[in-house]
């Protein structure tokens, strides 16, 4: 029902920024639950951010807040993840998801998954 295609990743060394993307199908894209996960390796995945779909509700992981800002584009249907002043442990694989309500920024909530980019910063 819902597909999610990434784009935006790469290298970058420490303190530089990238901007992720993620397009997702379907006419109703200002309904779905939508979130930025990353996975590095030997590690679980874990929520970057989340946003609700009504914009409430904007769940931003210790780690990164300050750092990483979420916005949507509905027209385009895309969701981006601006990620500043990156460091060297925010190197992982990076996922949007969406779903069609949910309610914490954890990786089971989430039904619509993209391929995942990798992300990498040098120090």
């Known amino acids: 029902q819902v597909q999610v295609v990434q784009s935006g990743g790469g290298m970058v060394q420490a303190g530089g920024s990238l901007r992720l993307s993620c397009a997702a199908s379907g006419r109703t894209f200002s309904m779905y639950s939508l979130g930025w996960f990353r996975q590095a390796p030997g590690k679980e995945r874990e929520g970057v951010v989340c946003?609700?779909?009504?914009?409430?509700?904007?769940e931003y992981a210790d780690s990164v807040k300050g750092r990483f800002f979420i916005s949507k584009d509905v027209p385009a249907r895309t969701l981006y993840l601006h990620a500043n002043s990156l460091k060297y442990e925010d190197t992982a694989v990076y996922y949007c998801a969406a779903a069609h309500r949910a309610f914490g920024c954890m990786p089971s909530n989430y039904e619509y998954w993209g391929q995942g980019i990798q992300v990498t910063v040098s120090s």
């Open positions: 946003i609700s779909y009504d914009e409430n509700t904007v």
